[in-house]
């Protein structure tokens, strides 16, 4: 890929693990910011950090979408799978943004009973957006953890996993237990901090991920070479890098 959208996707990629830090903290201890309302109808901040994060989403799927070409040499279905969840989170993504943005809007233009009601669904759209982002989003890092738990090492490879049983445990919280019916409160539970926490590490990492294995994106690949490389002894699992020179 060019060294230009890489440098871009990777930037971008450490820039939503810091958004995602901010809004965590914003969100659930609003005392220390002094705004009791963030992410909440009307509120501007919510749209900055969206729109901040829209822009970003395009460049680290680019290099979702490289990790994923790497995949296939191995495992089409695997690399099928990332390509279909990283799709859907674009796309639940844009949504997002654009339910946002209408939520925004019709709350500074509310005066009446109609206006609430309107007010409520869209609260009720962005709710269901962002549960559809959360479901996708462990998908995809569910996806790519093989190429992480080989070129990258335990740590990151285990924090992939995490974000399934986290958004498992907001379903089950905020929905079952005390279910929520403002966006506010959804943001302040503890598993959408946890959540949050956990996306930002590992978008954070993947960044730094990438910076250090920046041959494997930036480089041309040998596919064949890949392909007819025997297997290794530890457990059946390949190791990429052997495979992985440019032509």
């Known amino acids: 890929m060019p060294r230009g959208l890489f440098l871009v996707g990777a930037g971008a990629s450490a820039l939503i693990g810091v958004l995602a830090l901010v809004y965590a903290f914003a969100a659930f201890l609003p005392t220390a910011t002094g705004n009791d309302t963030l992410a909440s109808s009307g509120n501007p901040a919510a749209l900055v950090f969206l729109l901040a994060m829209l822009a970003c989403v395009f460049p680290v799927a680019a290099i979702f979408t490289r990790i994923a070409s790497l995949l296939a040499v191995r495992n089409v279905y695997q690399a099928l799978f990332a390509s279909v969840a990283l799709a859907c989170t674009l796309m639940t993504v844009c949504f997002l943004a654009i339910s946002s943005l209408r939520l925004a809007v019709r709350a500074r233009e509310a005066t009446g009973v109609v206006d609430a009601a309107s007010i ?107 392909l007819d490389e025997p297997r290794g002894s530890g457990g059946g699992r390949v190791s990429f890098g052997g495979g992985l020179r440019a032509n």
């Open 120 to 226: 409520a669904q869209l609260v009720e759209q962005v709710l269901v957006s962002y549960y559809a982002l959360g479901l996708f989003l462990s998908v995809l890092l569910l996806a790519l953890r093989p190429w992480f738990s080989i070129q990258a090492g335990g740590l990151l490879a285990g924090l992939l996993v995490l974000p399934s049983f986290l958004f498992g445990w907001i379903v089950v919280e905020e929905h079952l237990l005390a279910p929520v019916t403002t966006l506010s409160a959804a943001y302040r539970s503890a598993p959408s901090f946890a959540f949050f926490l956990i996306v930002a590490a590992i978008f954070i990492g993947i960044a730094g991920h990438c910076l250090a294995h920046q041959h494997y994106f930036l480089e041309v690949t040998n596919l064949r070479e890949i």
